[in-house]
């Protein structure tokens, strides 16, 4: 199976489903991540930071197994600014290279503007129009931006992806590789934090780790 995912800035995909992308690597499927913007723009656009945020996600699709299939060169915690049209094209251009079955992207009431943007990218270039073969979008959690995010619009997974602690390791290994994005505990991007979400998904569904999703659109096989 071929899986996208859209993710807003370098780090989304490892916080998000680090652990899942593991386990579909192990078994057999073709991961693709496309990102949207450098991440570090808001921070004072600096092309040395950019640098390393693109060598750290090559470092952390290593890890992972995944591949890259684009960085997108849209403004940092501005991607309200840029027209949807735009991001949408984006995403149907990588679309048409990569055929996916599945879909993953950010969750749409993320405090975080450009994660908005991104799940409303999704949602636009993989509508259901007929013949459309992507059979699942769903929206993955990123920690320091969908649990602060409107209570409004809560996160609450409706789907899970068990994982193997070697999953989780491999996903922490990657997610080392973000070492200047990760924080100190207590703060949800501590290491402690990551490794915590996931045995609190995994206990809500009767595993020991798991990933949480939610559901934008599925069409469940017979
Ligand atoms: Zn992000």
Redesign the pocket.
């Known amino acids: 199976m071929n899986i996208l995912i859209l993710?807003?800035?370098a780090?989304?995909e490892t916080?998000g489903c680090g652990g899942a992308i593991a386990r579909w690597v192990r078994e057999g499927h073709r991961v693709h991540v496309l990102f949207f913007t450098d991440?570090v723009g808001s921070r004072g656009r600096n092309s040395a930071a950019a640098k390393v945020r693109r060598r750290a996600a090559q470092a952390a699709a290593k890890i992972l197994g995944c591949s890259i299939a684009g960085y997108g060169n849209f403004p940092d915690n501005q991607l309200d600014r840029v027209p949807l049209l735009k991001l949408a094209q984006t995403v149907e251009r990588v679309k048409r290279k990569v055929q996916p079955e599945a879909v993953y992207t950010?969750f749409w009431g993320?405090l975080?503007i450009?994660?908005r943007r991104v799940c409303e990218a999704a949602l636009t270039a993989f509508r259901p129009q007929p013949g459309e073969t992507c059979r699942a979008v769903r929206a993955f959690e990123?920690a320091s931006?969908t649990e602060w995010g409107s209570p409004g619009a809560a996160y609450r997974p409706t789907a899970y992806v068990e994982l193997t602690e070697a999953d989780v390791e491999t996903a922490v290994r990657a997610y080392g590789a973000y070492a200047q994005e990760v924080r100190a505990d207590p703060h949800s991007r501590s290491v402690e934090a990551f490794l915590a979400r996931r045995v609190v998904r995994g206990r809500e569904c009767g595993v020991a780790w798991a990933e949480g999703f939610m559901v934008c659109r599925e069409l469940i096989p017979l």
């Open positions: 993710a807003a800035h780090d989304d916080l991440g950010h993320d975080n450009d994660h990123v931006a």
